[in-house]
C-alpha cells in the first residue's frame, strides 16, 4: 500500500532501529515546493488510522545538495544560523538527541563543514548538521512523524535557511542581528512558500 502510494518519489527500507517490524520511508531528491506539491500527504494520516507510529528513537533526516548553495561562504552563514539557535531549532525539531547533537566540536569546524574538509571533520555523523554524505549536508535534528504539518515545516525550515542565508550579508550580520532568530522568523513570515514552517512555529509558540 505504502510503495503504491508513494510510486516513483520514494522507496521503503529497513532500519534495525526501528523495532520489532517497522520501516523507513526514504525520499528520492526533489525541491521543497516539489514534494510539497506532490507527494501523497494524506498517506500519513492513513497509516495512522491503521495503528503505525512514529518510533520515539527515530527521527526525519533531510538531506540538502551541497550544489543547491552558492559557495562554501553560503553553507558557512547556513551552519552558523542553525547552530547560533540552538534552543529554538531544538524546540521546532520536538526533541533533543544525542544522534543530533549541537557539539561544540561541531560549532568550532563549521568552515571545515563549509569547505567539504572531510579530514578535518574530526566529528561522527551523529550532529545536527552531519557533514559527512559527499554529496549533501544532513539536518537530523527532526522528531520523526506521521502528523502533515510537522513534516513539511521539517522540509520547510531546512529549505527556508538556505534561502533565507544565501543573500545574508556581512553587514546584515553585524549590524542588524543577521543571525538572530527574530530575523529569520520574520523573513518566514513574508514568504507564503514556507507556511508550513510558520504554522509550526506558531504551534510550539517558537515564532518570535
Same mark, same amino acid.
Given at each position: 500500500?505504502?510503495?503504491?502510494?508513494?510510486?516513483?518519489?520514494?522507496?521503503?527500507?529497513?532500519?534495525?532501529?526501528?523495532?520489532?517490524?517497522? !520501516?523507513?520511508?526514504?525520499?528520492?531528491?526533489?525541491?521543497?515546493?516539489?514534494?510539497?506539491?506532490?507527494?501523497?500527504?494524506?498517506?500519513?494520516?492513513?497509516?495512522?488510522?491503521?495503528?503505525?507510529?512514529?518510533?520515539?528513537?527515530?527521527?526525519?533526516?533531510?538531506?540538502?545538495?551541497?550544489?543547491?548553495?552558492?559557495?562554501?561562504?553560503?553553507?558557512?552563514?547556513?551552519?552558523?544560523?542553525?547552530?547560533?539557535?540552538?534552543?529554538?531549532?531544538?524546540?521546532?525539531?520536538?526533541?533533543?538527541?544525542?544522534?543530533?547533537? !549541537?557539539?561544540?566540536?561541531?560549532?568550532?569546524?563549521?568552515?571545515?563543514?563549509?569547505?567539504?574538509? &572531510?579530514?578535518? !571533520?574530526?566529528?561522527?555523523?551523529?550532529?545536527?548538521?552531519?557533514?559527512?554524505?559527499?554529496?549533501?549536508?544532513?539536518?537530523?535534528?527532526?522528531?520523526?512523524?506521521?502528523?502533515?504539518?510537522?513534516?513539511?515545516?521539517?522540509?520547510?525550515?531546512?529549505?527556508?535557511?538556505?534561502?533565507?542565508?544565501?543573500?545574508?550579508?556581512?553587514?546584515?550580520?553585524?549590524?542588524?542581528?543577521?543571525?538572530?532568530?527574530?530575523? !529569520?522568523?520574520?523573513?518566514?513570515?513574508?514568504?507564503?512558500?514556507?507556511?508550513? &514552517?510558520?504554522?509550526?512555529?506558531?504551534?510550539?509558540?517558537?515564532?518570535?
Amino acid at each position: 500500500m505504502v510503495g503504491e502510494s508513494v510510486g516513483d518519489l520514494a522507496y521503503l527500507k529497513h532500519d534495525s532501529s526501528i523495532e520489532p517490524s517497522g !520501516f523507513e520511508l526514504v525520499t528520492h531528491p526533489m525541491e521543497y515546493r516539489y514534494a510539497v506539491e506532490q507527494f501523497p500527504w494524506e498517506l500519513l494520516e492513513l497509516l495512522e488510522e491503521l495503528g503505525c507510529r512514529s518510533d520515539h528513537s527515530v527521527g526525519i533526516h533531510v538531506h540538502v545538495s551541497r550544489d543547491g548553495f552558492d559557495s562554501a561562504a553560503h553553507i558557512f552563514r547556513w551552519a552558523k544560523l542553525i547552530y547560533r539557535n540552538e534552543s529554538q531549532t531544538v524546540a521546532l525539531a520536538r526533541r533533543r538527541s544525542n544522534y543530533a547533537a !549541537f557539539s561544540p566540536i561541531a560549532r568550532a569546524r563549521v568552515k571545515h563543514t563549509a569547505k567539504d574538509d &572531510l579530514p578535518r !571533520f574530526g566529528m561522527d555523523r551523529y550532529q545536527a548538521i552531519n557533514p559527512h554524505p559527499r554529496k549533501s549536508l544532513e539536518v537530523r535534528v527532526f522528531a520523526g512523524s506521521l502528523d502533515r504539518q510537522q513534516v513539511q515545516a521539517a522540509l520547510a525550515f531546512v529549505a527556508a535557511t538556505v534561502e533565507y542565508t544565501r543573500t545574508l550579508t556581512c553587514t546584515q550580520v553585524v549590524r542588524h542581528g543577521g543571525w538572530e532568530w527574530e530575523q !529569520f522568523t520574520t523573513w518566514v513570515a513574508q514568504h507564503e512558500d514556507y507556511a508550513p &514552517l510558520r504554522a509550526e512555529m506558531e504551534t510550539l509558540a517558537c515564532a518570535y
